[in-house]
């Protein structure tokens, strides 16, 4: 949503504790002869007619469910294990830190082999970092007396080589995918880094699992991608890159879609046609057909003014219709964002008109005020998208409303705070993970929303140029509200880094797509033993939306049960 709710939660930090995964822990000697090593599977070979210069360095391992910071000093962990199911991605961080600056840090990628199979789809980026300047004002005192200001790693940077910044904990992040045909069995491949002319030899194992995720994600969703701002960072979108963009959000198993672009402004010429939805129809699982209201100053507007634009737009939205994309995507009609009472009256005369010329497509709202079955039925409301924040999202009123066939999502945004989960930058990835996953099935939401993927600058300032591939690894890109008021708001509206060659992708958005794909672990489970059984497994991770596990590790214990039960194992 371009506009967020203004009820402040209070509550305190809690810093996840960095509960890592991963490869082996090992060291590189300066000046002592020979190499050091803890691990004799994972061998520093010196490269052939190559002196090394004399640097130490450590090399260890991370999930891809923790944030590593540039001072955090990492624990021997020795194995990299991952699992997924065909039609899904898995990640795992391999961390450098050295006493020297080194500017060429080759990385090579080796094949992960199941006998005669062979994942072919691995690719590695190197974790670039934010600058946060304070968290002075948070409205959770405790973060900011926890959180210290600095650079803060977010961005997945495209490059050549990798780089280490002297004395930092410097993250190479490697992802891994299984196509839909992948054959079930474990695959074993290897990481190189050459660092000053060594060669560090890291293992890796990834099963994959007997069954794969459907291509259309279960879980409804509304994510909102602006091409007015791409179009303000790269000047002229062109085709191919436009392409990128749809089809990166599409393959994070999210609607390339914009819910709050204005029909009478110029960006309108930048939304998505007819024949790309069509495209994309059986990818996604939720798009905007038509804003009903697309500002807040829209809510004051009168009906007349509404139900007019409304009326101008029918072409388009039949052009959809007709192409298929809303029965096939799931098309909404969203507006009055966040409505209070005092535009119901509005809300309920062009919802009312909206229905009558369109009984099939629901009508989506945000809305704290909307309070029973009745307001719903009365506003022409058919989706009620609750904040999960103070008590709002009300699982008892939720299950009301959705035994008497009405649906109810849940949507985050500025708020909520801890103890509940949210992705800006001073929250664990894990907490979006889960968010999206066990969260959701405990909690019963019905879909979700999200007001930006890029919302770059609010319309403050001059937006940066696109990041270059093999750029510094400091970037001069802010996910920090400007202004007093918000100046402790970091990530909030922005999850996604324009870059030179196309989307740029973060830790939090590699994070929110793992939780969509193990929400169908969830479902696939409920599809074999019934609801109650996918609902005991998500109590094992979440209790409520204040309580939650932690735990990377509990949460891949969870999930490899539930992939037993799906292969029938």
């Given at each position: 949503?371009?506009?967020?709710?203004?009820?402040?939660?209070?509550?305190?930090?809690?810093?996840?504790?960095?509960?890592?995964?991963?490869?082996?822990?090992?060291?590189?000697?300066?000046?002592?002869?020979?190499?050091?090593?803890?691990?004799?599977?994972?061998?520093?070979?010196?490269?052939?007619?190559?002196?090394?210069?004399?640097?130490?360095?450590?090399?260890?391992?991370?999930?891809?469910?923790?944030?590593?910071?540039?001072?955090?000093?990492l624990?021997?962990?020795r194995d990299?294990?991952?699992?997924?199911?065909?039609?899904?991605?898995?990640?795992?961080?391999?961390?450098?830190?050295?006493?020297?600056?080194?500017?060429?840090?080759?990385?090579?990628?080796?094949?992960?082999?199941?006998?005669?199979?062979?994942?072919?789809?691995?690719?590695?980026?190197?974790?670039?970092?934010?600058?946060?300047?304070?968290?002075?004002?948070?409205?959770?005192p405790?973060?900011?007396?926890?959180?210290?200001?600095g650079?803060?790693?977010d961005?997945?940077?495209?490059?050549?080589?990798?780089?280490?910044?002297?004395?930092?904990?410097?993250?190479?992040?490697?992802?891994?995918?299984?196509?839909?045909?992948?054959?079930?069995?474990?695959?074993?491949?290897?990481?190189?880094l050459?660092?000053?002319?060594?060669?560090?030899?890291?293992d890796?194992?990834?099963?994959?699992?007997?069954?794969?995720?459907?291509?259309?994600?279960?879980?409804?969703?509304?994510?909102?991608?602006?091409?007015?701002?791409?179009?303000?960072?790269?000047?002229?979108?062109?085709?191919?890159?436009?392409?990128?963009?749809?089809?990166?959000?599409?393959?994070?198993?999210?609607?390339?879609?914009?819910?709050?672009?204005?029909?009478?402004?110029?960006?309108?010429?930048?939304?998505?046609?007819?024949?790309?939805?069509?495209?994309?129809?059986?990818?996604?699982?939720?798009?905007?057909?038509?804003?009903?209201?697309?500002?807040?100053?829209?809510?004051?507007?009168?009906?007349?003014?509404?139900?007019?634009?409304?009326?101008?737009?029918?072409?388009?939205?039949?052009?959809?219709?007709?192409?298929?994309?809303?029965?096939?995507g799931?098309?909404?009609?969203?507006?009055?964002?966040?409505?209070?009472?005092?535009?119901?009256?509005?809300?309920?005369?062009?919802?009312?008109?909206?229905?009558?010329v369109?009984?099939?497509?629901?009508?989506?709202?945000?809305?704290?005020?909307?309070?029973?079955?009745?307001?719903?039925e009365?506003?022409?409301?058919?989706?009620?998208?609750l904040?999960?924040?103070?008590?709002?999202?009300?699982?008892?009123?939720?299950?009301q409303?959705?035994?008497?066939?009405?649906?109810?999502?849940?949507?985050?945004?500025?708020?909520?705070?801890?103890?509940?989960?949210?992705?800006?930058?001073?929250?664990?990835?894990?907490?979006?993970?889960?968010?999206?996953?066990?969260?959701?099935?405990?909690?019963?939401?019905?879909?979700?929303?999200?007001?930006?993927?890029?919302?770059?600058?609010?319309?403050?300032?001059?937006?940066?140029?696109?990041?270059?591939?093999?750029?510094?690894?400091?970037?001069?890109?802010?996910?920090?509200?400007?202004?007093?008021?918000?100046?402790?708001?970091?990530?909030?509206?922005?999850?996604?880094?324009?870059?030179?060659?196309?989307?740029?992708?973060?830790?939090?958005?590699?994070n929110?797509?793992?939780?969509?794909?193990?929400?169908?672990?969830?479902?696939?489970?409920?599809?074999?033993?019934?609801?109650?059984?996918?609902?005991?497994?998500?109590?094992?991770?979440?209790?409520?939306?204040?309580?939650?596990?932690?735990?990377?590790?509990?949460l891949?214990?969870?999930?490899?049960?539930?992939?037993?039960?799906?292969?029938?194992?």
């Amino acid at each position: 949503m371009k506009q967020r709710s203004a009820i402040l939660l209070a509550g305190s930090i809690v810093i996840a504790m960095l509960l890592l995964i991963g490869a082996g822990l090992y060291v590189i000697g300066k000046g002592a002869g020979e190499d050091k090593m803890s691990m004799e599977s994972n061998r520093p070979i010196e490269t052939a007619g190559h002196k090394a210069e004399p640097v130490n360095y450590t090399i260890a391992a991370a999930s891809s469910m923790v944030k590593v910071m540039p001072k955090d000093m990492l624990p021997d962990n020795r194995d990299i294990k991952l699992s997924l199911a065909g039609n899904e991605y898995e990640s795992f961080q391999i961390v450098v830190r050295a006493d020297a600056d080194v500017e060429e840090v080759k990385v090579t990628l080796g094949e992960f082999r199941n006998g005669e199979h062979q994942l072919t789809d691995v690719q590695w980026y190197q974790v670039g970092y934010v600058w946060i300047e304070t968290f002075k004002g948070h409205p959770t005192p405790e973060v900011a007396e926890l959180q210290e200001p600095g650079w803060y790693p977010d961005p997945l940077l495209p490059s050549d080589s990798a780089q280490l910044i002297k004395d930092w904990s410097n993250p190479i992040w490697v992802t891994v995918h299984a196509p839909k045909d992948a054959a079930p069995g474990i695959y074993k491949g290897t990481v190189e880094l050459e660092i000053n002319g060594v060669s560090n030899v890291v293992d890796a194992e990834v099963e994959v699992y007997g069954f794969q995720l459907p291509d259309k994600p279960q879980l409804p969703n509304l994510f909102s991608l602006n091409f007015k701002y791409l179009q303000e960072v790269y000047g002229h979108v062109k085709p191919e890159m436009r392409e990128k963009w749809l089809q990166y959000a599409a393959d994070y198993r999210i609607s390339p879609d914009d819910m709050t672009v204005h029909p009478d402004y110029v960006e309108w010429a930048l939304n998505l046609s007819a024949e790309e939805r069509a495209h994309y129809a059986d990818k996604v699982n939720g798009f905007t057909v038509y804003p009903i209201t697309s500002t807040w100053a829209d809510r004051e507007a009168p009906a007349e003014k509404l139900i007019e634009r409304f009326e101008r737009m029918r072409p388009y939205i039949d052009q959809l219709i007709s192409a298929g994309a809303v029965e096939k995507g799931n098309g909404v009609f969203y507006g009055f964002d966040e409505a209070e009472v005092e535009h119901f009256e509005t809300m309920k005369q062009v919802n009312a008109h909206v229905k009558k010329v369109y009984p099939n497509i629901p009508i989506a709202a945000t809305s704290q005020y909307i309070d029973s079955f009745e307001k719903m039925e009365e506003l022409n409301v058919d989706i009620l998208i609750l904040h999960l924040v103070d008590g709002i999202y009300n699982n008892e009123f939720a299950d009301q409303i959705r035994e008497r066939g009405k649906e109810v999502w849940a949507y985050i945004s500025l708020q909520p705070y801890d103890p509940q989960p949210n992705w800006r930058i001073e929250n664990s990835p894990l907490e979006a993970r889960i968010l999206l996953s066990a969260m959701t099935l405990h909690e019963r939401f019905d879909g979700f929303l999200y007001w930006s993927l890029n919302y770059y600058y609010k319309g403050v300032g001059v937006p940066s140029p696109p990041i270059k591939r093999n750029g510094p690894l400091l970037t001069n890109w802010s996910i920090t509200t400007p202004g007093e008021e918000h100046q402790w708001l970091h990530g909030d509206g922005v999850l996604l880094y324009a870059g030179t060659d196309g989307p740029i992708g973060s830790i939090r958005m590699e994070n929110i797509r793992d939780g969509l794909e193990d929400f169908e672990y969830y479902k696939l489970l409920e599809q074999k033993s019934g609801f109650e059984e996918a609902y005991r497994a998500a109590s094992e991770i979440v209790t409520s939306s204040l309580e939650f596990s932690r735990s990377p590790e509990q949460l891949y214990d969870v999930r490899k049960r539930i992939a037993t039960t799906i292969s029938g194992d």
